[in-house]
C-alpha cells in the first residue's frame, strides 16, 4: 500500500467506526475488500463496458462465503447485520453490479424462501444458492406496475396438483439464468402469494434487457408465463398477502443504503487519490483551497451515511429495524451517493468519464440504486406516512 492508499484509508473512516467492529465484521469487511481490490477491479471495467455478466466473480464470491444477508440457517454464512452490511458496501466500493447480484441472490430470493418456504424448499435451495452453485431471480415488477406492484396482475390458477401461472414481469435480475425463480402472483382469492418456478419449466421465457446505462455487468429481463405449470408445492406456504413481500423488500432497502455508501466511499477515494497526484499551475489539486472545500463536504456526506448504516446494524441486530427506518436511511443514502459521485467526476474533469479511472461507473450506477426497491418519491411517502399518519400515494 503506498502512502497516498495510506492517507486516503485513514480519511474515509473519519470517526474510527471500523473500531466497534467486532472480529466477525472484520473478517467479511477484509475479506471482501481483498477480493474487490485484488480480483475485481482489474476486471471490472471491462465487463461493464461489454455488458457482460461474470460469472467467475460471482461464482467466487459464493466461494468466499460472501452471499448469505445473515440469513440464519445450515450451509449459508452467517453473519450479522453490520457484515452483512459490510459485505454489501464493500461488493458495491467494486461495482454495483456484484452488489446487485447477491441482492437478488441473497435478500431477495433467499430470504423469500427462507421466511416464507417450507422445510424442504429451504433444505433444497439455500445451501446451494449460498455457494452461487444454482442462481435465483425475485419475479415482482411488471411491466406495468413498478412502484405500485400492489396490482400486479400475473395470476396463479390452481388445475388440479398444479398452478397455472400467466403473467408478466421486468426488471428481474437473473431472470434469463435464474435455475429457481420466485414468481408474485395473484391467486383466485385475490391474494399474492410467492411461487417456485425452475429451470426449464415450459411457457417461462426470459429475454435480456439491453442498452442499459446503468449496473450494466448484471442481466436484468424480461419475463413472459404462459400456462407455466407448478406443483401445488412450490408455493411457498407462508407468504399469504402482498404485506408479505414487502418484509422482503424491507431487508433489501436496508442492504441498499450499505450499497450508496460503498459507492460514496468509491468516489471519495478516487478523488482524493486524483487531488493529491494530479498537478495544474504548478501545484497539486489538493494545494487548492476550493478542493480540500470539496474533498471536506464529500467527507461530511460520507461520515453521515455511516452513521446511518451503523445504526441499521444495530436495530437490525436487535430486531428493531422496521421498514420506515430503512426507507429513510435509503432515502438519504442514495441521494447523497449521488451528489458524491457527481462532484467526483467533476473534479477528475475529463480523466472522470474514463472507465479506467472508476467514477463514471459509479456515477452511472448509483443511479440503478436509487430507483430500485422503491424510488426516493415512494420512500419518502413512506416516511411521511410514518409521521404523519396521512397515506399521500395518491
Request: aromatic fraction near 8%; include cysteine; proline fraction near 3%.
Amino acid at each position: 500500500m503506498t502512502v497516498t492508499d495510506v492517507s486516503v484509508a485513514r480519511s474515509t473512516d473519519f470517526l474510527r467506526l471500523a473500531s466497534e467492529f467486532g472480529d466477525q465484521e472484520r473478517h467479511y469487511l477484509e475479506r471482501t475488500r481483498a477480493f474487490v481490490d485484488d480480483e475485481v477491479l482489474p476486471v471490472i471495467g471491462d465487463f461493464w463496458e461489454r455488458a457482460d455478466f461474470p460469472f467467475e466473480l460471482v461464482r467466487r464470491m459464493g466461494e468466499l462465503g460472501l452471499v448469505g444477508d445473515g440469513i440464519d440457517y445450515p450451509g449459508v454464512p452467517p453473519m450479522s447485520h453490520a457484515s452483512s452490511g459490510l459485505v454489501a458496501m464493500e461488493l458495491s466500493r467494486g461495482d454495483g453490479s456484484l452488489a446487485t447480484f447477491a441482492g437478488v441472490q441473497a435478500g431477495l430470493t433467499m430470504r423469500s424462501i427462507h421466511t416464507f418456504g417450507s422445510e424442504e424448499h429451504k433444505q433444497r435451495w439455500l445451501g446451494p444458492l449460498a455457494r452461487v452453485e444454482v442462481f435465483g431471480a425475485f419475479a415482482l415488477t411488471e411491466p406495468d406496475h413498478g412502484s405500485d406492484s400492489l396490482l400486479l396482475e400475473t395470476a396463479a390458477v390452481q388445475d388440479g396438483d398444479e398452478y397455472v401461472l400467466n403473467g408478466s414481469k421486468r426488471w428481474i435480475g437473473n431472470g434469463s439464468i435464474a435455475d429457481i425463480t420466485v414468481v408474485w402472483a395473484r391467486g383466485e382469492d385475490g391474494e399474492v402469494g410467492g411461487y417456485l418456478v425452475e429451470k426449464g419449466t415450459p411457457g417461462y421465457e426470459a429475454t435480456v434487457i439491453t442498452g442499459k446505462g446503468s449496473v450494466r455487468a448484471v442481466w436484468q429481463a424480461d419475463i413472459e408465463l404462459k400456462d407455466v405449470r407448478v406443483p401445488l408445492a412450490n408455493k411457498l406456504p407462508g407468504a399469504k398477502n402482498f404485506k408479505d413481500t414487502g418484509r422482503v423488500l424491507a431487508g433489501t432497502r436496508s442492504q441498499c443504503a450499505f450499497s450508496a455508501l460503498g459507492h460514496a466511499v468509491a468516489a471519495y477515494d478516487a478523488a482524493l487519490t486524483y487531488a493529491m497526484e494530479r498537478k495544474q499551475f504548478g501545484k497539486r489539486l489538493v494545494e487548492f483551497q476550493l478542493v480540500q472545500a470539496r474533498l471536506v463536504g464529500m467527507l461530511r456526506e460520507v461520515v453521515g451515511m455511516q452513521l446511518y448504516c451503523m445504526r441499521l446494524a444495530q436495530l437490525g441486530e436487535r430486531g428493531e429495524l422496521d421498514d420506515t427506518i430503512a426507507s429513510l436511511a435509503k432515502l438519504n443514502n442514495t441521494s447523497k451517493a449521488r451528489q458524491i459521485c457527481l462532484d467526483a467526476r467533476d473534479m477528475l474533469g475529463g480523466n472522470g468519464i474514463l472507465l479506467e479511472n472508476h467514477v463514471m461507473r459509479h456515477l452511472a450506477d448509483v443511479e440503478a440504486i436509487h430507483t430500485y426497491e422503491g424510488t426516493e418519491t415512494i420512500q419518502t411517502l413512506l416516511v411521511g406516512r410514518e409521521i404523519t399518519g396521512v397515506g399521500a400515494f395518491v
